[in-house]
T-cell receptor
Framework: DAKTTQPNSMESNEEEPVHLPCNHSTISGTDYIHWYRQLPSQGPEYVIH?????VNNRMASLAIAEDRKSSTLILHRATLRDAAVYYC???????????WGLGTSLAVNP | GAGVSQSPSNKVTEKGKDVELRCDPISGHTALYWYRQRLGQGLEFLIYFQGNSAPDKSGLPSDRFSAERTGESVSTLTIQRTQQEDSAVYLCASSLLAGRTDTQYFGPGTRLTVL
């Protein structure tokens, strides 16, 4: 199974943009990149997903490198409620499982 | 609408006892997943159900772990003869289908503590 690598922690100031990187150098051509986040004492919640093209939704943007070996989750204006652990996961073509790494713990300073 | 619910929210048991954890998925979701999350760790896949197909049990760590699902509704994860290393948060998720783009919706989890 392909793996993902993320920094253990990052810090941001409120109302500033945040770029959360993820490396997935062993990704295969049919693997989708999914991002979830987990607030304290809650289950993970979906943020965004993509295959090759950059994606935008109301929560965030996902920038995918041309070779697909890395991606970046972009929060355009961080708020205190965005403090969470952010997981970059892969969904393989024939594999129903999401492959989870350790995630990045994001702290947002007021 | 109602999300994924899990019960109990917390369970404390003694080593060697059996426990049952329950998951109620979102109505109409055909796929259901169980994960385990140890303290400070990512999610570890346990088992997956999709409609009437045979479940994918490849993530179950030992034969002490089993799970059942009735049709496309409730699922129960059973851990027999619990050990201290079974202490973790057990998360259930459901999705409409099981495609590569399907979003998984998670419940709040059951925190299991084995003394």
């Amino acid at each position: 199974d392909a793996k993902t690598t993320q920094p253990n922690s990052m810090e941001s100031n409120e109302e500033e943009p945040v770029h959360l990187p993820c490396n997935h150098s062993t990704i295969s051509g049919t693997d989708y990149i999914h991002w979830y986040r987990q607030l304290p004492s809650q289950g993970p919640e979906y943020v965004i997903h993509g295959l090759t093209s950059n994606v935008n939704n109301r929560m965030a943007s996902l920038a995918i490198a041309e070779d697909r070996k890395s991606s970046t989750l972009i929060l355009h204006r961080a708020t205190l409620r965005d403090a969470a652990v952010y997981y970059c996961t892969l969904r393989a073509g024939n594999n129903r499982k999401l492959i989870w790494g350790l995630g990045t713990s994001l702290a947002v300073n007021p | 609408g109602a999300g994924v619910s899990q019960s109990p929210s917390n369970k404390v048991t003694e080593k060697g006892k059996d426990v049952e954890l329950r998951c109620d998925p979102i109505s109409g979701h055909t796929a259901l997943y169980w994960y385990r999350q140890r303290l400070g760790q990512g999610l570890e896949f346990l088992i997956y159900f999709q409609g009437n197909s045979a479940p994918d049990k490849s993530g179950l760590p030992s034969d002490r772990f089993s799970a059942e699902r009735t049709g496309e509704s409730v699922s129960t994860l059973t851990i027999q003869r619990t050990q201290q290393e079974d202490s973790a948060v057990y998360l259930c998720a459901s999705s409409l289908l099981a495609g590569r783009t399907d979003t998984q919706y998670f419940g709040p989890g059951t925190r299991l503590t084995v003394l």
